[in-house]
């Protein structure tokens, strides 16, 4: 069974713009859940979906922002985007809300 | 709320060394606990996991026991090899909600 993939894998932008990355869950999974990854903070939670509704955000501004759509994959959008939006954005998905998580390979943003 | 603490390293070790990493919790109600690994530029993958007290997680040689009395599941290799260096999470899912919490990681480094 395929896991879960991340698209793209590296972007480049400037402050300012806005970026959109893809997650496709692995197959029969409807649980998606992003997380941020930096050296300071380490890990953080951003949010999850379940069947196309966020039930859960992390504390992070009205700039991040998601979606899940009826095939269970999902996207995260960022707007405005800052330097310190400079991270690893990873993608769990899983069965459901209290299964295990599985992880993508991530997409490495760096703001410019 | 929900935390995870663990040895932050670096470690460093010879090869056939005997590991362990620390990592305590505290949570509400009753966690399921996970150990993943994190190897240069991927994403993370489970390494292993215990779903509830005095359950035993192991793969490729690792072992963590769920401790509930110590709030602990510390992550034990009796021999590691050169191919275990990488930077391992330890993390908790609670009960009442949807996200993982993780420790802010430990990088391990074996040399030959």
């Known amino acids: 069974k395929a896991g879960v993939t991340q698209t793209p894998r590296y972007l480049i932008k400037t402050r300012g713009q806005q970026v959109t990355l893809s997650c496709s869950p692995i197959?029969?999974?409807?649980?998606v859940s992003w997380y941020q990854q930096t050296p300071g903070q380490g890990l953080q939670f951003l949010f999850e979906?379940?069947?196309?509704?966020?039930?859960n955000k992390g504390n992070f501004p009205g700039r991040f922002s998601g979606r899940q759509f009826s095939n269970s994959r999902s996207e995260m959008n960022v707007s405005t985007l800052e330097l310190g939006d400079s991270a690893l954005y990873l993608c769990?998905?899983?069965?459901?809300?209290?299964?295990?998580?599985?992880f993508g390979p991530g997409t490495r943003l760096t703001v410019l | 709320g929900d935390s995870v603490t663990q040895m932050e390293g670096p470690v460093t070790l010879s090869e056939e060394a005997f590991l362990t990493i620390n990592c305590t919790y505290t949570?509400?109600?009753?966690?399921?606990l996970f150990w993943y690994v994190q190897y240069p530029g991927e994403g993370l993958q489970l390494l292993l996991k215990?779903?509830?007290?005095?359950d035993k997680g192991s793969n490729k040689g690792f072992e963590a026991t769920y401790r509930k009395e110590t709030t602990s599941f510390h992550l034990e290799k009796g021999s590691v090899q050169v191919s275990d260096s990488a930077v391992y999470f330890c993390?908790?899912?609670?009960?009442?909600?949807?996200?993982?919490?993780f420790g802010k990681g430990t990088l391990l480094t074996v040399n030959p």
């Open positions: 197959s029969g999974h409807r649980s």
């Open positions: 979906y379940f069947s196309e509704t966020q039930r």
């Open positions: 949570a509400t109600g009753y966690p399921s």
């Open positions: 215990a779903t509830k007290a005095d």
């Open positions: 993390a908790l899912l609670g009960g009442s909600n949807y996200k993982l919490t």
């Open positions: 769990a998905s899983s069965l459901s809300k209290v299964d295990t998580q599985y």
